[in-house]
């Protein structure tokens, strides 16, 4: 494999420099030098991230206040400049969270019209259930956009 690496560099190096067609592009010459396993780590731990992005926001089920949003919001802060993956799914776990306390709250206001208790479950049940599925979306490598969201962070 590395043999032939260097072939096409050096088939690369041979037309495009040295006989200068200008209708030749060349490929990216790092590509040679790039390790295929620590490629395999890193989008690993990207796809790790990124599904902890959407998991902590679990916390705020264990009790701690805003925990829902803190858990995600720790993450993301952390990972968001080293993953570009983990920057973008942190955004929309956030944002969902933050849209999510905004429903309760309006929700919990409604309690007084015997409405609200039955829709802050309803709300619950729906926060557990897609934060779950981003959370194996994320992992598999994929981009998950939350429905019932509003967009603080873009």
Known sequence: SRFFC???????????????????????????????????NDDKQARMWGML??????????????????????V???KKKAYPFVDEQGREALNFQLSMTIYTF???LLVYVKIGM???FILVF???ILVILA????????????PFKIRFMK
């Open 6 to 40: 260097l072939l096409e560099h050096f088939y690369e190096w041979a037309v495009h420099e040295k006989l200068g067609f200008s209708c030749y592009t060349p490929r990216k010459r790092y590509r040679m030098f790039e390790d295929p396993i620590v490629q395999i």
């Open 53 to 74: 992005c959407h998991l902590t926001a679990l916390t705020g089920m264990t009790g701690i206040p805003f925990g829902h949003i803190l858990g995600p919001l720790a």
């Open 76 to 78: 993301w802060l952390f």
């Open 106 to 108: 309006v929700a919990a």
């Open 118 to 120: 039955t829709l802050i």
């Open 126 to 128: 729906v926060n557990v």
């Open 135 to 146: 959370s194996i979306k994320a992992y598999n490598g994929e981009t998950f956009r939350y």
